[in-house]
Each structure stands twice: as structure tokens, then as C-alpha cells.
């Protein structure tokens, strides 16, 4: 019991970095109908920054606004070259080759910069385990929940009580009335693009600690969170979280009572699963177009 216990609270706290990632493709999909391929990218890039700074000195806690200013510069950059001509000629199939470009370029500048072999990223944390209801808990894994969460809701403490947060969401409903209405829609896309790249390097620079950091440390975080997007479904918030958590412990479970090199199947299955029964997502709405 003990040791299901431990795997639990590992995957909550992987799962939480999914839906991190996740809620980045959310951000987008909700404003422009596109999505950034290079999340996981942007996820590196955070952790890549976020190491560099500390071992400049840099306290870890003053360290992670920094890194959400970075994501926000580097998501700003990937909107204006990468989506924003696509969505001009629109372009059903542009923005997704962008964005996988501009994600192989972030990366293979990582290499060049810090090199390509994995670094160690210094816990600000103690590294001893705590006891919680009968298991081992890291510190830096409740700091990855904890952190997860409050990213999660402060952005929708924006979307829903600030006059900025409120166009974002006038341009989700509808993107040609709020258009009509004088909001800046082209705009609203850039901030949600500079916005997910700011939860995903934030998200990374979260992880670090626990992980080692590289140039290659994005690809997989990145695949899966999309995998717990449309799981959890590309509309719901809620849904993003319960499938990043379901992810999350049945990779850790599989990964110790089966085998490491099954630890992917159970999301690829539920992945085909979700797709098969239910496209929209497992919380998802499917959009009702009038032609």
C-alpha cells in the first residue's frame, strides 16, 4: 500500500506538469483554432534559462518570473513568425509546420548554447523525502502540485476579472464579434501564444529539479501534454487536469509493476480510447459550426 501510495503521488506531480504544458495548447486553441507544436520546446528553453540564471547567482524564486518573461518574449516571437502569417492566408495547415520548424530550431540553438549533454539542476529544496499519510513525498514534487495550481489558476483569475483577460475571452467565443466590438483580436492571439510559452517555461523550470535538464528534455513532455489536451479535451480546464492526473499515475504504476519500457502504453491506449469514443475530449464540448 505504501509503495502505491509513493507512485501516486509521483504521477500527480508528473501529471501536473502535463496539464501545464497542456493548458499552453488550451491558451491557443481557444483564441485562434491553432495550436504551438513547440511547447515542449518552450518547456527546455524555461529549464535551459532557469539553470543558467541560477548558476549565475540567481535565488530560484526570483528565477521563475524571469523565466515567465522569457516564455512570454519567446511565445511572442513563435506567434508573430510562425502562426500570424498562416491565420493572414489562411492557412489550415501553415501554423503546424511553423511551429514544428521554429520548435527544431529553439532546439538545436539549446544544443549549440549549453551543449548536449544533461545537466543537473540544483534543487532549492531539501532533497529528503517527508512522510505523508504513510509514504514518501518529495519537496520539490508538492512544489511542482502547488505551483501547477496556482499558475493554472491565476490564469483564469485573469481571464475572468480583468478587462484584458475578458477580451481573450470574447475573442474565444467569437473571434469576428470581438473583432466587431474593437478588441484587438490579432493582438489577443499574440498574448495567448506569449502566454503559453510562459506556463510551459515555467513548467520546465519547475520540473528541472527533479529531472535532468537538456536540449532533448522537451520533445516527450511536449508529445504528452498534447496527449492530455485531447484526452482531457481542448475546451475544458478541468479536463486538462484530470487527464494530465490519469496520465501521470498510470505511467508510474505501469512503469513499476509491469516495466519501464511499457510506462507509455497506458496513455497511448486511452489516447486511441478517447479518440474512438469521444473526440472532443473525456470534459470536452464539440463545436457546432453553422454553415
Request: charged share 10%.
Amino acid at each position: 500500500m505504501e509503495i502505491l501510495l509513493q507512485l501516486v503521488y509521483s504521477g500527480i506531480a508528473l501529471g501536473m506538469i502535463y496539464a501545464v504544458i497542456a493548458f499552453g495548447y488550451q491558451l491557443t486553441f481557444q483564441t485562434s483554432d491553432t495550436l504551438n507544436f513547440g511547447q515542449g520546446d518552450a518547456l527546455m528553453l524555461g529549464a535551459m534559462v532557469g539553470l543558467t540564471l541560477v548558476n549565475h547567482g540567481v535565488n530560484y524564486w526570483l528565477m521563475l518570473p524571469l523565466v515567465i518573461v522569457f516564455g512570454m518574449l519567446q511565445g511572442s516571437v513563435v506567434e508573430r513568425i510562425g502562426v500570424q502569417p498562416a491565420i493572414k492566408i489562411k492557412s489550415e495547415f501553415g501554423w503546424i509546420m511553423s511551429t514544428i520548424a521554429l520548435g527544431i530550431i529553439f532546439k538545436n540553438v539549446a544544443e549549440n548554447v549549453w551543449g548536449r549533454d544533461d545537466l543537473k539542476f540544483p534543487s532549492p529544496l531539501p532533497e529528503a523525502p517527508m512522510q505523508f499519510l504513510g509514504a514518501n513525498v518529495l519537496p520539490m514534487e508538492v512544489l511542482v502540485v502547488v505551483g501547477a495550481v496556482l499558475m493554472m489558476l491565476g490564469v483564469e483569475f485573469f481571464n475572468r476579472k480583468t478587462i484584458y483577460g475578458k477580451a481573450v475571452v470574447a475573442t474565444f467565443n467569437d473571434r469576428d464579434a470581438a473583432k466587431l466590438m474593437g478588441i484587438n483580436t490579432g493582438l489577443v492571439i499574440t498574448f495567448s501564444y506569449a502566454l503559453s510559452s510562459a506556463t510551459a517555461g515555467f513548467a520546465g523550470a519547475l520540473i528541472a529539479p527533479l529531472t535532468l535538464t537538456g536540449a532533448t528534455m522537451g520533445s516527450v513532455l511536449g508529445l504528452k501534454a498534447f496527449a492530455v489536451a485531447i484526452i482531457g479535451g481542448l475546451t475544458s480546464g478541468l479536463g486538462i487536469i484530470v487527464g494530465g492526473i490519469i496520465l501521470g499515475i498510470a505511467e508510474t504504476t505501469t512503469g513499476f509493476y509491469i516495466s519501464t519500457g511499457y510506462k507509455d502504453v497506458p496513455g497511448l491506449v486511452l489516447l486511441l480510447m478517447v479518440l474512438a469514443l469521444k473526440p472532443a475530449g473525456l470534459f470536452g464540448k464539440t463545436a457546432i459550426k453553422k454553415v
